[in-house]
């Protein structure tokens, strides 16, 4: 069966950047996995972020985008703030109906 | 603006049946290329996808779940449900309903605010 793996955890000094990243534990992530992103802080329903590799969800500042890397999706978030500090899952379409999310990546942004 | 409320009771025992359903509102339950789907997250654990449906009934579930779970869709009243037996303590999590947005956009867009199920005798 196959993982989608993220970095369990990440720290950013606020206002910096930092480049979560999305892989498969077979296989590289591209395109037409159409990854997405999505935020979630502590007791809140996560929040849709990033679709299709690279569009953001309405409401989304533009200090977040999404691309691919090497083999991975990534999120980039540039201007790291405070309140970015949340966990962040990507998800990735198998084909066949299938949807698979990562573990999760903490940020940390201290 | 589209909303979704989860609704059911919140405590199963083992063995039995947790059933949960989805209300939509503000938006249809019949538009072009959106599914519906449940995905849940264990206490301190990640998402994961429980499965989807269409308007039509086509349903797509998550290969380690599937033996145990049932999505319908009644698109007379804006719900679809989710039924997943045999429930065991490893099923207790906050259970997620969302839109799945498919064709080339394959994302969960729109969230419910989630429900919390507990497993116990």
């Known amino acids: 069966q196959t993982v989608v793996t993220q970095e369990p955890s990440f720290s950013v000094s606020p206002g910096g950047t930092v480049t979560l990243t999305c892989g498969l534990s077979s296989g590289s992530v591209s395109t037409s996995y159409y990854p997405s992103w999505y935020q979630q802080t502590p007791s809140q329903a996560p929040r849709t972020l990033i679709y299709?590799?690279?569009t953001r969800s309405s409401g989304v500042p533009d200090r977040f985008s999404g691309s691919i890397l090497g083999n991975k999706a990534a999120l980039t978030i540039t201007g790291a703030q405070a309140d970015d500090e949340s966990d962040y899952y990507c998800?990735?379409?198998?084909?066949?109906?299938?949807?698979?999310f990562g573990g999760g990546t903490k940020l940390t942004v201290l | 603006q589209l909303q979704l409320q989860e609704s059911g009771p919140g405590l199963v025992k083992p063995s039995e049946t947790l059933s949960l359903t989805c209300t939509v509102s503000g938006g249809s339950i019949t538009s072009s290329n959106i599914y519906w789907a449940w995905i849940r997250q264990a206490p301190g654990k990640g998402l994961e996808w429980i499965g989807s449906?269409?308007?039509?009934?086509?349903?797509y579930y998550n290969p380690s779940l599937k033996s145990r779970v049932t999505i319908s869709v009644d698109t007379s009243k804006g719900q679809f449900s989710l039924k997943l037996s045999s429930v065991t303590a490893a099923d207790a999590a906050v259970y997620y309903c969302?839109?799945?947005?498919?064709?080339?956009?394959?994302?969960?867009?729109?969230w419910g605010q989630g429900t919390l199920i507990t497993v116990s005798s």
């Open positions: 969302a839109r799945h947005s498919g064709g080339t956009y394959q994302v969960f867009d729109c």
């Open positions: 998800m990735l379409y198998m084909g066949s109906g299938i949807s698979v």
């Open positions: 299709s590799t690279n």
């Open positions: 449906i269409y308007y039509d009934g086509s349903a």
